[in-house]
């Protein structure tokens, strides 16, 4: 059984940084992309980051670009998320999934909810101002 695990999330004030893990278990996922979307109340899911199967290439939202990093580390089937310059527009529940698809790369695809297979439960992050 595939499960995806956040953690990290919290409270932190407007200027500061989270970072945020989601471990994979039940497969390996070294061969798909994974991603973070985040959801705020009475908003739709919104991309937040991808990165490749190989992490060779990153993807990135607007209204995340120059402040947050997406990385992985497929010896530890886990991604992460590095929040850097967090605003109070960023407080959103994080989720994090994964591409079962192999091999995929490509913003389009991967920066589409629905391209995705299996998700976490999520993690809060509350940026106060």
């Known amino acids: 059984q595939v499960q995806l695990v956040e953690s990290g999330g919290g409270l932190v004030q407007a200027g500061g940084s989270l970072s945020l893990s989601c471990a994979a278990s039940?497969?390996?996922?070294?061969?798909?992309?994974m991603g973070w979307f985040r959801q705020a109340p009475g908003k739709e899911r919104e991309f937040v980051a991808a990165?490749?199967?190989?992490?060779?290439?990153?993807y990135y939202g607007d209204s995340v670009k120059g402040r947050f990093t997406i990385s992985r580390d497929n010896a530890k089937n886990t991604v992460y998320l590095q929040m850097n310059s967090l605003k109070p527009e960023d407080t959103a529940v994080y989720y994090c999934?994964?591409?079962?698809?192999?091999?995929?790369?490509?913003?389009?695809?991967?920066?589409?909810?629905?391209?995705?297979?299996?998700w976490g439960q999520g993690t809060q992050v509350t940026v106060s101002s």
């Open positions: 990165t490749s199967w190989s992490g060779g290439s990153t």
């Open positions: 039940g497969r390996t996922f070294s061969s798909c992309a």
């Open positions: 999934a994964v591409d079962a698809q192999p091999l995929v790369a490509g913003f389009f695809r991967l920066s589409r909810a629905y391209e995705y297979d299996y």
